[in-house]
């Protein structure tokens, strides 16, 4: 069973369209990581979400944690080539902050 | 720094060799965990320590073993190879506690005929 579903799998957007990728649990989030992944390479941290309501932004990317610490949302406005890859969020369910369960993830394409 | 290094970065084995997987961080954290990464599957926990001489089991366990003599090193054995552990391996370390980034290595990629 997966405790972190991630949604969409996948998306195609046209370059300058805005998306939001969307991760959530049927636990409380004690604390809540994105981190994006070209295929074939390591893990990029993006940022992470402790506290309910939070929202910390990027450059572009935006994420958020709902007030009942149960769902992150992560929007990139005005996507770009340079987004594309897949996005997984990572969450300590468990508390205590180190042993994280992560979602699916999401491939994200842009086209031109 | 060099952060997290994972060394080989690819791996051929035939069904029922043995490797170790090096993992390796230059940051002093104490927590340091084992994840592989299969498709549709997002990352799973293999094993993780909170410190040097104390490892444990996470969800993915079976025909891994790992053990933590120095802060800085986690190596993780394949006793026996089979073509259900072709994968991509990932080190990751961070601070223990809450609310602190986990740095994760490079990857390897590693295929069981």
């Known amino acids: 069973s997966q405790e972190l579903e991630q949604s969409p799998q996948s998306l195609i957007v046209q370059e300058g369209k805005n998306l939001t990728i969307n991760c959530t649990s049927s636990?409380?989030?004690?604390?809540l990581y994105w981190y994006k992944q070209k295929y074939g390479e390591g893990l990029i941290f993006l940022m992470m979400l402790q506290k309910g309501g939070e929202e910390k932004s990027h450059e572009k990317i935006t994420a958020k944690l709902d007030e009942k610490k149960q769902q992150s949302s992560l929007h990139i406005t005005a996507s770009q080539p340079s987004h594309a890859g897949i996005y997984l969020c990572?969450?300590?369910?468990?508390?205590?902050?180190?042993?994280?369960?992560f979602g699916t993830g999401t491939q994200l394409k842009v086209e031109l | 720094n060099a952060g997290v290094t994972q060394t080989p970065k690819f791996q051929v084995l035939k069904t029922g060799q043995s490797m170790t997987l090096q993992c390796a961080q230059d940051?002093?954290?104490?927590?340091m965990s084992w994840y592989r990464q299969d498709p549709g599957m997002g990352l799973r926990l293999i094993h993780y320590?909170?410190?040097?001489?104390?490892?444990d089991q996470g969800e993915v366990p079976n025909g891994y073993n790992v053990s933590r003599s120095t802060t800085e090193d986690f190596p993780l054995r394949l006793l026996s190879a089979a073509p259900s552990q072709t994968s991509v391996y990932f080190c990751a370390s961070t601070k223990e506690g809450e609310g602190y980034e986990q740095y994760f290595g490079p990857g390897t990629r590693l295929t069981v005929t």
């Open positions: 320590s909170v410190g040097a001489g104390i490892t």
């Open positions: 990572g969450a300590d369910i468990l508390g205590g902050g180190n042993k994280l369960t």
């Open positions: 636990k409380t989030l004690y604390g």
């Open positions: 940051m002093n954290h104490e927590y």
